[in-house]
């Protein structure tokens, strides 16, 4: 059974927050798999996870050199942050960067994943984010914010080890 929530985020800042939020949750395993258009907000989101992961160097979009490991500063798990827009196919190419040896120590966050590295895990954490412009949104949130930068972002756990988490506790 899938478990889920849905958050509106009305900034980068916010979307920085659920990042961090959203790292206190996860640990050494965990498949996050981002997905949403270009400009969504997938990279800001994971460069919240890394600074709740503790982890090394300035998160920043892995798209030229697919995949970048982020090293803990201290005894929490790495962050592999992969980029798998140029990736056509699927979970072959993925195996090709060894993902699955850095699964089981890791948290692995994949922009662009979806419908290529499922197979990767049978638990993972699906976030999907997506502009509200032009959709029914929260208005009150909207009209407190930069229209441009409201997101509807919905976090899905996929499989036994999400059943049990809170993620409504996201929402802050």
Avoid: C
């Amino acid at each position: 059974m899938d478990v889920g929530t849905r958050i509106t985020v009305t900034s980068p800042d916010q979307m920085r927050d659920l990042g961090r939020r959203l790292a206190k949750l996860l640990r050494p395993g965990d498949l996050v798999l981002l997905t949403g258009e270009l400009g969504a907000g997938k990279t800001t989101l994971t460069r919240g996870l890394g600074e709740g992961l503790g982890v090394r160097g300035a998160v920043t979009s892995p798209t030229f050199v697919i995949a970048r490991v982020h090293p803990s500063l201290g005894d929490g798990p790495p962050l592999v942050h992969v980029d798998a827009y140029r990736l056509n196919g699927g979970l072959d190419e993925m195996e090709d960067l060894d993902l699955d040896v850095s699964l089981p120590d890791s948290v692995v966050a994949v922009e662009w994943g979806e419908g290529k590295v499922e197979g990767l895990a049978d638990d993972r954490l699906h976030v999907v984010i997506q502009r509200t412009v032009g959709s029914d949104m929260a208005v009150a949130d909207a009209m407190a914010a930069d229209v441009d930068d409201v997101r509807d972002v919905v976090v899905t756990g996929v499989g036994p080890r999400w059943a049990g988490e809170d993620l409504a506790s996201l929402a802050g």
